[in-house]
């Protein structure tokens, strides 16, 4: 089946968005080729919380979506097979904000990575803002102390997204995304997202969508800037 593009959105303050259609989002319906594309909403990042998924149901709505539902996976109505089904049938699946770590620990507990995996490769198209975008590259960085810089180690994430990224991370100075590349091999590239932007990922051509994407990569010196993305 031929590669698919991949799309990873930052939302965050600061985003550039109006009360009209997401046009990042409406860019990812637009490729699908289906008119108000079936959305799977799977929001383990944040507890499947429902203010989150009514809010963001109404963004996906106005950018053209159809149905939006929600694939459980937290609480007590969450489990695997009460969300894959959800998926199965939806045209594109999307995966929300929230925390990184917790969102991996759900799928992780609940036994859908290797269902997601199969979803992908048979073709499913992804997308993800925020921490879902993040979730849908291939690792992330977490720190078994808050307090202890040494204490920072690297988790895998899904990888359908072959690429390192942090969004919206730009008042920090990409502070969690320069620590994720100092534990990786020269060589390795990262990409901050910028609030109100994205960027398409299909095998390893990134191009930068809606704004800037700035490009770090790690050298034998440390992780330095390069030249952005537009």
Partial sequence: MPEKPITLIAGGPGARRSRGPDPLIQRVFQSLGVENPRVAYVGAASGDNAAFLLLISRILKRAGAGPVALAPLCGRRGSLERALPVMEEADVVFVSGGDVEAGMQV???????????????????????????????????????????????????????????????????????????????????????VSGSAITVKGRTVKALGGEVHVFRKGRGGVTQAESLS
């Fill in 107 to 193: 799928l992780q507990q609940k036994r859908v990575l290797p269902h997601l995996s199969r979803l992908f490769e048979s073709g499913k198209p992804f997308f993800g803002v925020s921490a879902g975008s993040i979730m849908l590259a291939r690792q992330w960085v977490r720190w078994r102390d808050p307090d202890d810089d040494s204490t920072a180690e690297v988790f895998p994430c899904l990888g359908f997204a072959p690429v390192l990224c942090d969004t919206h991370g730009e008042e920090d100075g990409w502070a969690e995304l320069k620590a994720l590349l100092a534990l990786c091999p020269a060589g390795t590239t990262g990409y901050g997202i």
